[in-house]
């Protein structure tokens, strides 16, 4: 692969703030020989400045927008224009023949019908976060975590450092993340057939800031931990469950499954595709026999969130 091709491949992380030290020097000093490089480059910043001027929303989990359906049901739009709106509209009707003001007439009608929907859907949000407060929605850090795991799968996100040993991924964040990280050694210490795979890990960008990211493998399946300071964020929004006097916050965004908990001074995000809620994943950290009652917790049951327990918590 030559140099351009891997500069290619680069050009998101730049956009984004994401390359660092000698990658962004290599990269930079690239763009200013090579005229092609440099002009996708420019190309690509003016795309996501457009995209930025026009302030595209993200997409409405699928549970805020059955949420609304179901709302929409049961409680018809009563939203309509003003009197005085309506008669303007009708008299520029009936009055108006020439093209130019007909264009313009259309242009308002659909500026009216946009208005009028925004205003419908602001209602109708607002009653629901009333109901249930930050329930329905994730927090920053659970869709940053998920576009993460998102990019790392479309390799348009590499490794800073590739290895399957705890203690050197570990090692390696000190002095780089705000925080202690201390991956766990569950596997080693229960004895048992190993049942995922350390990949490596890397910094990401949250809040101006760096979190810590480490990728694991499961089989042919991927798994994602973000971390991050408990200052810095806490989990809010999707399904709350108890377990072992820990919090953990169930949702499903681009797809994917991601929980996060906050514990000791940390906020962590863990993101897959597996069964059910995800909790096959919690494996990666609390695989010991005397972790399974934790996990089996986090299964979906019809009884409800279990109480916390008096075992102690897992460490990271």
């Known amino acids: 692969m030559n140099q351009c ?5 680069q050009i998101a992380l730049w956009l984004d703030g994401e390359l660092q030290g000698e990658e962004k020097r290599v990269f930079e000093l690239h763009l200013q020989d090579c005229k092609s490089c440099s002009a996708l480059v420019s190309n690509e910043s003016r795309f996501l400045d457009t995209l930025h001027t026009a302030k595209q929303a993200h997409v409405a989990p699928e549970q805020l927008r059955n949420r609304v359906r179901a709302i929409l049901d049961e409680v018809p739009a009563e939203v309509s224009a003003p009197t005085h709106l309506r008669k303007r509209l009708t ?25 009028a929907i925004a205003i419908a859907m602001g ?21 940053m975590a998920a576009d993460t795991h998102r990019r790392y799968l479309d390799h348009h996100l590499p490794l800073e450092i590739t290895s399957a040993s705890p203690e050197e991924i570990s090692t ?17 210490a229960s004895g048992q057939v190993k049942l995922y795979q350390l990949e490596g890990a890397r910094l990401v960008g949250f809040k ?4 810590a990211y480490v990728a694991y493998r499961m089989g042919q399946r991927p798994i994602s931990l973000v971390m991050t300071s ?15 006097g820990l919090t953990f916050h169930f949702d499903s965004i681009y797809g994917f499954k991601v929980i996060t908990w906050t514990d000791r001074g940390l906020t962590y995000a863990l993101v897959s595709d597996l069964e059910e809620r995800g909790q096959q994943s919690c494996g990666v950290c609390h695989q010991g026999v005397k972790d399974h009652d934790l ?16 075992d102690p918590r897992p460490t990271f």
Not at 5 to 9: E, G, H
Not at 95 to 115: E, N, P
Not at 297 to 308: I, Q
């Open 5 to 9: 091709s891997d500069i290619s491949n």
């Open 208 to 211: 101006e800031d760096y979190a």
């Open 172 to 188: 390696w964040f000190n002095g780089k993340v705000p925080f202690s990280v201390k991956l766990p050694k569950y596997q080693e």
């Open 123 to 143: 209602l109708w949000l607002g009653r629901i976060q009333t109901e249930q407060p930050g329930r329905y929605l994730p927090s920053s850090f659970a869709l």
């Open 295 to 310: 996990i089996d917790r986090l299964k979906p049951t019809s009884a409800g969130p279990s109480s916390p327990s008096r």
């Open 230 to 244: 408990n200052s810095v964020a806490q989990p809010a929004g999707g399904e709350e469950i108890m377990s072992r």
């Open 91 to 115: 008299d520029s009707l009936l009055l108006t023949r020439d093209s130019q003001r007909s264009r313009k007439l259309r242009i308002s009608l659909a500026i009216a019908a946009v208005v």
